[in-house]
Nanobody
Framework: EVQLQASGGGLVQAGGSLRLSCAASGFTFEDSAIGWFRQAPGKGREGVSCIKIKDGSTYYADSVKGRFTISSDSAKDTVYLQMNSLKPEDTAVYLC?????????WGQGTQVTVSS
């Protein structure tokens, strides 16, 4: 059974940092691409960042480039999203997503709240 366990959200002041984790199980980690989406109240879901595990290639939304860093640890089957210089507009539920062999899976969300 594919499982994605997101954690690491919380409340932080503007300018602060958080690190999100997405722990994966039930599939071959190296064959996947794992990423983060976010959804703020009243807004659509936005792709934030993703990483292709096998070759380490990454993608970042323009809104987070230079502030967020995605990485993976194959020994722990975990993807991390280091979020620095957080802004109030980063406030959202962050969801972990995985694509493998054209199948798409979602984990539960973790709330990130950035106060001004």
């Amino acid at each position: 059974e594919v499982q994605l366990q997101a954690s690491g959200g919380g409340l932080v002041q503007a300018g602060g940092s958080l690190r999100l984790s997405c722990a994966a199980s039930g599939f071959t980690f190296e064959d996947s691409a794992i990423g983060w989406f976010r959804q703020a109240p009243g807004k659509g879901r936005e792709g934030v960042s993703c990483i292709k595990i096998k070759d380490g290639s990454t993608y970042y939304a323009d809104s987070v480039k230079g502030r967020f860093t995605i990485s993976s640890d194959s020994a722990k089957d975990t993807v991390y999203l280091q979020m620095n210089s957080l802004k109030p507009e980063d406030t959202a539920v962050y969801l972990c997503n995985m694509v493998i062999k054209n199948n798409n899976y979602w984990g539960q969300g973790t709330q990130v709240t950035v106060s001004s």
